[in-house]
């Protein structure tokens, strides 16, 4: 990756991506699409949420019950809005969810 070992672009322009890096790039892509369709650019208001989550996490979070309390849980600043690293927390915990329920693994979180 060189002089830009941060960026995407010139990431994906050295060439395919691995398994894990598309896994990232799509998390950051998937985010953006529904960030700032209303409401700051960059940011999900909790429409933006809710479309998110029903669209791209539908058998992930089908038992939370009421996915505006998860935004209030996951809005850190309280401004009604979830910015990239809000959302970053829905991913870890997500990640941690997936990872408890895979064959071998010992439960120490």
Known sequence: LGHCPFSPPCAMATGELTELE???DTVVTVFFTYAGKEGKKGT????EFKELVQLQLPNLMKDVPSLEEKMRELDVNNDQEL?????WRLIGELARAMRREKPGHRCRS
């Open 83 to 87: 910015k990239f690293n809000e959302y």
């Open 44 to 47: 999900l208001t909790a429409e």
């Open 22 to 24: 598309r896994a990232i």
